[in-house]
């Protein structure tokens, strides 16, 4: 073989070891960007609108969107007939594939990627059925029809042959039950059957020939990690008219709940070669040093060796839509709604936090509360106030000021390295993120201490507080002096637990001069 052959074949191999072992890895979020977040249940037509008057300006990287197949429809419509998909037709109360089309397109162009929540698991449930409807035949949100007892579904098609024998999951402690059995009485799919693999990835293929960026893999604990990556590596490249780089794979994350101990048979590490995986320790971890007893100065050591997965591995997130809803667990979430905002400014300050994503949520009293609905069952569009947040029973906590001001600190330190830590040994805590940044959370008592910022001087906007708007401050300012050095304030009994400042949120150099807020 001459040297130019051998070059090829070398060139060749390095993109193919590169697609399999890091490509999907790669959000592909344009410029600075950093964040994404998960619009649990929102409207095609409303998720473009979003993209384009709010998440674009503020520096959003991406959104994690409902699954978007057709779904049973169940009394009351819970949250999770979503998670029930009838066919893979692109409808859901979401809206049509046409929508869908038109909402990514819009998205991109406004600088924001989409990521798509799918179901390669499993099918509708099976055992409750004929109790609930009192037929076999069960109807979907695009007018197909199946027979769940049969495991019919001739809107794909399959049939029984398709799925793995019925069983049912009874012990997260046997791996076999894990991979095969029903996961709450769902019909289990066979994804080494190969006509199951095809669908599976057609289904994918034609989200990313539409224009999105990535998927997040639901229930993909239940999948054999082989099976998993033969579907990743017959998915189509990403679509480069979009602005994602020529041979661009789709990024990908898999749900694969580990919170370590022998309880978990099924270990985050067998996913973590064909993929990003869901960092379910994080949350926890901050949950009870925020919320709970442990104190905060042992976060000075946060990160791999506290047993998280190294930052280029692990999707890092505060709470999911399953977590909210599980008392059991005790995740932080908006209605904890200081500390949680303390939990997610520390997320976003931390450079463990390569690959973090936000929630946004509606309103609910029971678990299985359906998103916020009219009389005939369709969802409600989000309304906006003039504070920016929302109303009509949607929470929207990507637009709290405490949130998005900390998107955009994030995506201004970058990996600029975390310095100068500082704590009062038990649960006040500060540190740098290099000379770009700078943070303070305060869990008890009173907090009055000059404290190196390694800013440059000059009088700083907290962007917790308040805004940077025309040239002033609508909350609390830093001034920090010729050394770095700026008297952080703040208070137990104030509405956050949190100051924090960076080089874009600078009022003046003039240390002598006038400084403008209106707090």
Not at 30 to 57: H, N, S, Y
Not at 199 to 224: C, T
Not at 490 to 508: N, P, Q, R, T, Y
Request: aromatic share 12%; net charge neutral; glycine share 8%.
């Amino acid at each position: 073989m001459d040297s130019q052959n051998l070059s090829k074949l070398l060139l060749i191999l390095f993109i193919l070891l590169t697609k399999s072992s890091f490509g999907r890895k790669n959000p592909h979020y344009l410029d600075d960007r950093t964040t994404m977040v998960q619009l649990f249940e929102w409207k095609f037509d409303d998720i473009a609108l979003e993209c384009e008057q709010f998440l674009g300006p503020y520096g959003y990287g991406g959104v994690q969107i409902s699954p978007i197949t057709e779904n049973l429809i169940v009394p009351q419509r819970p949250w999770w007939e979503r998670y029930q998909p009838i066919s893979y037709k692109f409808i859901t109360r979401s809206g049509n594939e046409t929508q869908f089309q038109e909402m990514v397109k819009r998205c991109n162009k406004a600088g924001i990627r989409i990521f798509v929540d799918v179901i390669l698991n499993h099918m509708t449930g099976n055992d409750f059925y004929i109790k609930d409807y009192r037929t076999d035949i069960v109807n979907g949100t695009g007018d197909s029809i199946a027979n769940p007892i049969k495991k019919y579904y001739p809107g794909v098609p399959y049939n029984s042959s398709h799925f793995h024998e019925s069983c049912k999951l009874s012990s997260f402690q046997n791996k076999h039950e894990i991979r095969n059995c029903m996961l709450f009485g769902l019909n289990d799919l066979d994804q080494s059957n190969k006509f199951v693999q095809d669908k599976l990835v057609d289904k994918l293929n034609r989200m990313i020939n539409v224009g999105v960026a990535g998927f997040r893999i639901d229930a993909a604990k239940h999948i054999l990690p082989e099976e998993l990556d033969a579907i990743y590596n017959r998915l189509d490249n990403l679509r480069t008219d979009f602005g994602f780089p020529i041979n661009s794979q789709p990024f990908i994350i898999q749900e694969v709940p580990d919170m370590g101990g022998d309880y978990e048979a099924v270990k985050r590490e067998e996913y973590i070669p064909i993929g990003v995986v869901t960092e379910f320790r994080f949350g926890k971890e901050l949950t009870d040093h925020i919320k709970g007893g442990k104190e905060l100065k042992y976060l000075k050591s946060f990160g791999t060796s506290w047993g998280l997965m190294d930052s280029t591995n692990g999707l890092v997130f505060i709470d999911i839509h399953d977590t909210q809803r599980d008392k059991d667990r005790g995740i932080l979430f908006f209605k904890d709604s200081k500390k949680y905002k303390m939990a997610v400014a520390f997320m976003l300050a931390h450079p463990h936090s390569k690959l973090p994503r936000l929630m946004s949520s509606y309103d609910f009293t029971d678990k299985n509360d359906s998103p916020p609905k009219d009389k005939d069952e369709n969802i409600l569009s989000p309304i906006f106030n003039a504070d920016k947040s929302c109303g009509n029973g949607w929470i929207c906590e990507h637009r709290w000021r405490q949130i998005y001001n900390m998107v955009a600190f994030k995506n201004t330190v970058g990996d600029a390295p975390l310095t100068n830590w500082w704590d009062n040994g038990s649960n006040q805590i500060a540190f740098c993120r290099g000379n770009k940044g700078f943070i303070a959370i305060n869990k008890y008592g009173d907090l009055r201490q000059f404290l190196q910022t390694c800013l440059p001087s000059g009088i700083y906007c907290d962007i917790i507080s308040g805004n940077l708007e025309n040239k002033r401050c609508t909350g609390k300012t830093v001034r920090v002096n010729e050394n770095g050095i700026g008297l952080i304030d703040l208070h137990g009994l104030e509405l956050d637990g949190v100051v924090a400042i960076h080089i874009h949120a600078k009022l003046s150099d003039d240390l002598n001069g006038t400084c403008i807020s209106v707090w």
